[in-house]
């Protein structure tokens, strides 16, 4: 038969020789190699007490952006959901009152915001297709859980903190991305 | 006599078309097909005197008439310019037809706000449509977009007026399709708005029409206000025996499930509404604001949606929902469900009825 790659090798079926069968020779050299990884650098980090750093483009757990009011940025326009390949985002809009300002940027706002983690595969379309700022994939893993019901991510687990009242916690969970992106546009 | 009755013959784009006398250029291109059209944000064939304000319709006249083959020296707004025989037509072949339609984009663009994500009619709004086919990524202006108080005009109908392109088509409709017109345009220059004259309500039967009309989000549907997004409703064409007079009883009902989240007019390729028997299929109020369940209406079948248009994001292509047979199969066991996402789900509750809501919802709707 004719090989399809120029690197097949045949399988060598001769009898094995004396030397071959006292197996000792082998053993050593594999030993040797065992040996050797001792004294080269390891690989592996004491995670989670030591980290590695991301790589600029990586895309973590989903953030809901406020202005630095600590107003929502979000208006519920829907292009994130409209986006979304995985169909994991979904959301329900409703109108400003008089009196909440404070909360929400504009006249509109998501009154119900929800991502499904166990269908959202962090392809960043979300974070692309946002007219407002207001979703941004951070620098940080999803946790994981026992149970599926926890995967539903609502409104509050995907808010960041306010930056009125907790500034550290805010740049914290914005980190890097929100810089770039604007550095980039 | 016989002579006046003639067809008049005209190339629009190098495509002869033969037409009755008194008809504008822009019906006898919609009568080539959509692609062939020029756009019209002011023009409504339904509306009497309407046309010639927002001029997104110019075409080059390569040759007046057969008589007079000389070119028009300007641009003509094709909505307000009647057929001529042996006229000559240019539309999209004409680069200064494009390059004016960008001019006249730019210009509308320059006081609208261009708040889309907040916008009831982005998705099915015309002027979105218009920018994205023949406008520029920037502007040049350099002066602020005008602003206006807001007025309320009643429970049903919420104006916008920084939205509003001045294209006077629900000023029409409340002329002519009901008997007492309480708003208009007033003021002039950068300051003309819509506004009722002073502080009425527009209350009457078919009022809600100027939804309809209205080419931006500049009138928008009150009890569809921020409810959801145009492309993530089901349209379905029904129909109800309506007693109103002059109501025609055809709607299209925007569906979210069950629930029966907007109803408008039927729509024509050009964004009008559909005529029925010769009839423009206006529809009154209550059959818009009121009828707000499915058992209101016999439910024809699906809206059919250009390919292109976003409002086929949703990808939906039967009517019904196909029989689960999962339980049939299984000798009458109910899967078991890893997890049922309606019980976890905050979006979408049954015991919160958007659709029986007549105002937008607010924060204090979402805390049963």
């Known amino acids: 038969m004719q090989s399809l790659t120029n690197r097949v090798q045949p399988v060598d079926r001769s009898p094995m020789t004396i030397w071959e069968k006292m197996y000792l020779p082998a053993i050593v050299k594999g030993m040797g190699i065992t040996f050797s990884h001792i004294f080269k650098k390891n690989p592996t980090i004491n995670f989670p007490e030591k980290t590695r750093p991301f790589s600029p483009v990586f895309r973590g757990l989903q953030i809901l952006n406020r202005d630095e009011e600590g107003r929502e940025n979000c208006t519920a326009c829907g292009l994130c959901a409209v986006a979304c390949p995985a169909e994991a985002i979904t959301m329900e809009a409703a109108e400003r009152l008089p009196g909440e300002e404070h909360l929400y940027r504009e006249e509109k706002y998501a009154a119900k915001y929800e991502i499904n983690m166990l269908r959202c595969i962090f392809c960043g379309f979300c974070e692309e297709a946002c007219p407002k700022d207001a979703i941004y994939l951070s620098e940080s893993f999803m946790p994981s859980d026992y149970l599926r019901s926890q995967f539903i991510y609502k409104k509050e687990d995907l808010l960041i903190p306010n930056p009125k009242e907790d500034p550290e916690g805010y740049k914290k969970a914005l980190g890097n991305r929100a810089a770039q992106k604007k550095q980039k546009d | ?368």
């Open chain 2, 1 to 368: 006599m016989a002579e006046e009755n003639k067809k008049i013959k005209i190339t629009i784009d190098n495509i002869t078309v033969e037409v009755e006398p008194g008809t504008t250029i822009v019906e006898a291109a919609r009568l080539l097909g959509s692609e062939f059209a020029p756009p019209t944000m002011c023009f409504y064939s339904k509306l009497e005197g309407s046309g010639g304000k927002c001029r997104t319709c110019l075409v080059e006249v390569a040759a007046g008439s057969a008589a007079d083959p000389r070119p028009m020296p300007k641009l003509v707004a094709s909505c307000r310019t009647q057929v001529m025989e042996g006229m000559v037509v240019k539309n999209i072949t004409s680069e200064r037809v494009l390059d004016a339609r960008n001019g006249v984009v730019e210009f509308l663009l320059i006081n609208h706000p261009l708040d889309c994500p907040i916008c009831d009619q982005a998705g099915e709004c015309y002027l979105q449509d218009l920018s994205y086919d023949h406008g520029k990524v920037g502007t040049r202006t350099e002066f602020v977009r005008r602003t206006f108080k807001r007025e309320d005009i009643g429970p049903l109908i919420q104006l916008h007026m920084t939205r509003c392109i001045l294209c006077y088509r629900c000023v029409m409709v409340a002329d002519q399709l009901t008997n007492k017109r309480v708003h208009g345009i007033v003021d002039r220059g950068d300051k003309a708005a819509i506004s009722t004259y002073i502080s009425k309500a527009i209350d009457n039967d078919f009022s809600g029409n100027m939804i309809d009309v209205c080419p931006v989000g500049a009138l928008t549907d009150k009890t569809f206000r921020f409810k959801n997004r145009v492309w993530f409703t089901k349209p379905v064409d029904a129909h109800r025996d309506c007693e109103t007079p002059g109501c025609c009883g055809k709607a299209t009902l925007w569906l979210r499930g069950e629930e029966v989240f907007r109803v408008t007019s039927r729509k024509d390729p050009w964004g009008e509404v559909q005529s029925f028997d010769g009839k423009p299929g206006w529809i009154c109020n209550a059959c818009r604001f009121d009828k707000k369940k499915t058992s209101d209406w016999v439910v024809e079948g699906l809206t059919q949606i250009s390919r292109h248009s976003v409002i086929g994001a949703n990808k939906y292509k039967v009517l019904d929902v196909p029989k689960e047979t999962i339980t049939e199969v299984m000798d009458g066991r109910d899967p078991k469900l890893l997890m049922n996402i309606h019980s976890v789900s905050g979006v979408n509750r049954p015991e919160i009825d958007l659709s029986k809501l007549n105002r937008p919802a607010h924060s204090d709707d979402f805390e049963k």
